[in-house]
């Protein structure tokens, strides 16, 4: 066991865990932040995805440890602190980007992390960013078309799937 | 996961100490081993993190105008900081896995492992570059030694990787699309004094130099030298996505592509 310090949305949070603890259980299950997910845990689902000073990365696939000093955003801390949803959780619930919703949290870290880096990408940039998140219910076509509408494009040509 | 115990080392020096304990295990990017430890396929006593040593981080170029990439540098800054100088591995670079594992993914990390369906093992074959190590310089005609097999020595760190940088050249990859990793991946480099090809996710002893293609593509740099031109399906990868014959064909499918898009 040692001591981990890093910053998570804001709050410099600390704990002491073995060499082998995830940084995704350090968050559900120390920090008992749970809007992070689990779904495959061997990297391939993307329903873990966190920024980990300003990258994406799966939570599920880094040591706590690694993370030490770092700055960490989750899903708790993408919408404002009174509650207001960012534009990209605002446009998966204007345009059904979800069913279960287990692995929106990842969805909306992939996208808010893309529309950073690309403001307006083309559809098929943004299939390409999903790449490694992974839904079983919608089919990707209104996840696509809520992050196309999330970055300012008119999204009313393509037809509701 | 078994249990280990973890250090982060900020110099090669430190990190080449701490491996020298017993079962004492690099660990890079993470992506491939923290997988196989949860899957309890290794049991290091301790992890020793390269992801904070300074000196192993970065894109830069040298005298020589080489292309000379941090061992620990990841695929996303690459793909990023290789698009000038090097499109052609930058764009490898950009369709490793996803964008999650591309940001903590690196070029040392996949050129130890030496997957047999990995990427960059045929970029770094076919550009006949360097592979630099905390104790000496390796060729990549000598560094590929079959499946998951290296010249790496125990306890050894890839601190960087030297590319020439070709004056034409293109990477078409099959994608397996479960895995993203290359079903069948080509890799093609034209150089002043001649065409390297190199294939990975065909075979059975990781990625291998395609020489009958390379010598038709000296003489004839465009896709028709490649006419009437095959490779053994013997010694290739069967598997549920593809039998050997069907990587063989693929083969040369790729290279034709990664010619054209290259000429």
Known sequence: MAKVSMTVNGRAVSGDVAGNRLLVEFLREDLRMTGTHVGCDTSQCGACVVHVNGKAVKSCTMLAHEAEGATIT????????????????????????????????????????????????????????????????????????????????DVSKIAAE | M????????????????ALADDEAQPLSGGQTLIPTLKQRLAMPSKLVSLTGIAEMQGVCTNDAGQLCIGGATPHAVVAAEAASKYPALSALASNIGDP?????????????????????????????????????????DDYFQGLFSTALEEGEIITEVRFPVPQAAN???????????????????????????AVTGASNDGVFRWTEAE???????????LNGLSVSADGMIGDLHGTPEYRAHLIAVMTKRAVAAAS
Do not use: W
């Open chain 1, 74 to 153: 989750t899903i708790e801390g993408i919408a404002s602190p009174d509650g207001t949803m960012s534009r990209v959780q605002q446009a998966f619930q204007d345009h059904h980007g979800l069913q279960c919703g287990f692995c929106t949290p990842g969805m909306v870290m992939t996208a808010t992390k893309l529309l950073e880096q690309n403001p307006t990408p083309t559809e098929a940039e943004v299939r390409h960013a999903l790449e490694g998140n992974i839904c079983r219910c919608t089919g990707y076509h209104n996840i696509v078309k809520a992050i196309l509408a999330a970055s300012g494009q």
């Open chain 2, 2 to 17: 078994y249990a280990f115990d973890f250090e982060k080392p900020t110099t090669v020096a430190e990190a080449v100490a």
């Open chain 2, 100 to 140: 999650a594992v591309r940001n903590r993914g690196t070029i040392g990390g996949s050129v130890a492992n030496n997957d047999p369906a990995a990427c960059y093992p045929s970029a770094v074959l076919a550009s006949g570059a360097t592979v630099v190590t905390n104790n000496r310089e390796i060729a990549a």
């Open chain 2, 171 to 197: 990477y078409q990859k099959f994608v397996q699309p479960a895995s993203r990793f290359a079903l069948v991946g080509v890799f093609v480099a034209k150089f002043a004094d001649g065409v390297r090809v």
């Open chain 2, 215 to 225: 010598k038709a593509l000296s003489a004839n740099f465009s896709p028709d030298a």
